[in-house]
């Protein structure tokens, strides 16, 4: 009974210290923040703005995203937070989706854009070819879990 016991309460232990490791180490390892005023500067020259918020369907207390996003026919930028997380991708999509079943009906029509390292702020560089008018939508999205983490609609 005592093995039993012991059995258990270090199987628990195991699981919540590989739930813990895999929030922690996209903290521990992200590179350093991007400075305030290269995100203002960057996001100056912005044909279109939205916001991030919290109160998505898709987003929960592991999950989200506050802040202004700036996209110019070059970049996109984030001012805020994002929960911090693994393997992010930042998307451009063709209509306003807030959850995973959604974003799957359109993923194969949206854009992936860059990697996310960092959780408060980011400048994502939009690849040639890319018209952001096609889109109205930025879309924050974890490719490891294939969660979504936030979005939001600028036009």
Known sequence: MRKLILLGT???AL?????LGIYALPI???????DQAQLESSA???LFEAEFTKDLAGSDFLHWGTGKVAVSATKI?????LAPGPDYI????????????SFNAVKDQSAAIGSVKTFDGFISEIPQGIDVGAYNTVLVWCE???EFITAAKYR
């Open 15 to 19: 699981v919540i210290g590989f739930a």
């Open 77 to 81: 930028v984030h001012m805020g937070e």
């Open 44 to 46: 100056e020259n912005a």
């Open 144 to 146: 490891t879990f294939g």
């Open 90 to 101: 930042v998307y451009l999509v063709p209509e306003f989706v807030e959850d995973e079943a």
């Open 10 to 12: 270090h199987g628990i």
């Open 28 to 34: 521990l390892i992200a590179p350093p923040s991007i």
